[in-house]
């Protein structure tokens, strides 16, 4: 499978955006899919996870009641929902794939091309 985020843009604080990873090469609803984001000099940080059915959703404590995850396996992409986004949000966006249950980077193996993602204050 190959993943493809996008959405990404310039926003200003408290806008939304809606990011997406669609996949292709072969269906996405068996693998559980996280996004993680990078900002400039910092580690890639876990931002959220959903399950291969939808059934289960874990999101990172900054995100939390920000963000929302949803994904359609018809149409093999998943969503990044982003609200009331703030500077901090800044940062490079990905989604992964992966089979576990996981938050760390080095579970997940197939990645897609980041989306920047840009809020000004």
């Known amino acids: 499978v190959q993943l493809q985020a996008s959405g990404g843009g310039v926003v200003q604080a408290g806008e939304s955006l809606r990011l997406s990873c669609a996949a292709s090469?072969?269906?996405?609803?068996?693998?559980?899919i996280g996004w993680f984001r990078q900002a400039p000099g910092k580690e890639r940080e876990f931002v959220g996870i959903?399950?291969?059915?939808?059934?289960?959703?874990r999101y990172a404590d900054s995100v939390k009641g920000r963000f929302t995850i949803s994904r359609d396996n018809a149409k093999n992409t998943v969503y990044l929902q982003m609200a009331s986004l703030k500077p901090e949000d800044t940062a490079v966006y990905y989604c992964?794939?992966?089979?576990?249950?996981?938050?760390?980077?080095?579970?997940?193996?197939?990645w897609g091309q980041g989306t920047e993602v840009t809020v000004s204050s």
């Open positions: 992964a794939s992966t089979s576990g249950w996981v938050m760390k980077s080095s579970a997940y193996y197939v």
């Open positions: 959903i399950s291969w059915n939808g059934d289960n959703i």
């Open positions: 090469g072969r269906t996405i609803s068996v693998f559980n």
